[in-house]
């Protein structure tokens, strides 16, 4: 088996890319016969992209790269500074265009519906001061103390913060309804809890909406630039040609891993997957 040097950072996800470049590379398989390493991506799916999916309307399938798809899954990066990780890897690297395409650049036709009435709005910050001023002053001060928060993180190991296990341990929602009183206020963190990781609050660990923030360098950021572009070709068009240059000898899919073990001697462990041959691999 030959040596697979290609390695890819994947920097789709803003979960940190803006500060933490996640190596994701192919494992190394001992080949035990040749004694050479190959290197290997398992995935669960039939695809590459994992929750990036695209839908092409025109063929009407998925995993397609075309003008005419829909992104079933991820859709926006942010710009060069907030998520300079997943920019550059998409665009500078692997040589994707971008669309601006960012929701709050409408001409001020983005629409709140609040409790006081329909607010035009240009950006996230003029939404929330639409908001009843009960309200837009609750949550400001709760976007504050998030940030405050976030800031005490390192955003290269978040779970050494004092206060990591304490955070780790709650939800999103219980930090809201811990802070905040007014429904509006609940409601409106939560949205954006959704539509910023796509997550609902209930599930998501407070630990991990503040690294998300620390991540970026403020809620700022995450405000104005975050979902500014779209991917030509759409959002799963990186994955499938990262996969496509790794080549099927790297690629294997349908192929959860179940089980990793590690052993003590030698510096290996085991990988075991229900559907494929089991590969020993350095750690
Ligand atoms: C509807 C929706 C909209 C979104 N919008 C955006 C957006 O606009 N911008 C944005 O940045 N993000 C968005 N996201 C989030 C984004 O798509 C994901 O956060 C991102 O794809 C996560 O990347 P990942 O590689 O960490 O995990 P995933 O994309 O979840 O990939 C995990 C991979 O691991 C594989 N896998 C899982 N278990 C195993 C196993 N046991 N063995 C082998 N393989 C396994 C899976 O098959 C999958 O391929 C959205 C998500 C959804 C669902």
Redesign the pocket.
């Known amino acids: 088996m030959a040596i697979q040097t290609k390695s890819y950072r994947?920097g789709?996800?803003?979960?940190g890319f803006e500060d933490v470049r996640r190596e994701i590379d192919p494992y190394i398989v001992l080949n035990a016969f040749t004694h050479t390493y190959t290197r290997i991506y398992?995935?669960?799916?039939n695809s590459?992209?994992?929750?990036?999916k695209n839908y092409d309307l025109r063929a009407k399938g998925p995993d397609r790269v075309a003008s005419t798809v829909v992104e079933?899954?991820?859709?926006?990066?942010g710009n060069a500074t907030v998520q300079k990780y997943?920019y550059d890897l998409i665009v500078n690297e692997l040589k994707f265009g971008v669309i601006d395409a960012s929701y709050t650049h409408g001409g001020g036709k983005s629409i709140l519906v609040a409790s006081n009435g329909r607010h035009n709005f240009t950006s996230l910050p003029e939404m929330i001061s639409k908001f009843p001023k009960e309200v837009s002053d609750e949550l400001s001060d709760a976007l504050r103390l998030l940030d405050e928060m976030a800031q005490t993180l390192d955003v290269t190991s978040p779970q050494d913060s004092p206060r990591a296990r304490e955070w780790d341990s709650m939800t999103f929602t219980s930090w809201i309804n811990q802070t905040v009183t007014h429904e509006e206020t609940r409601t409106m963190l939560q949205a954006m809890c959704t539509t910023m990781?796509?997550q609902s609050a209930d599930v998501v660990s407070f630990l991990h909406i503040l690294f998300y923030i620390r991540a970026a360098n403020g809620i700022a950021n995450l405000q104005i630039y975050e979902?500014q572009y779209r991917v030509r070709g759409g959002?799963q068009a990186p994955a499938i040609k990262m996969a496509e240059e790794l080549g099927h000898n790297v690629m294997h899919y349908n192929?959860?891993?179940?089980l990793i073990k590690q052993f003590e001697r030698n510096g290996m462990c085991g990988l075991i997957?229900s559907t494929c041959n089991s590969h020993t691999i350095p750690h």
């Not at 590459?48 to 990036?52: A, M, V």
């Open positions: 994947f789709f996800r803003r979960y398992q995935t669960a799916t590459s992209g994992g929750r990036t079933l899954g991820g859709q926006w990066i997943a990781i796509a979902q959002t192929s959860p891993v179940t997957c």
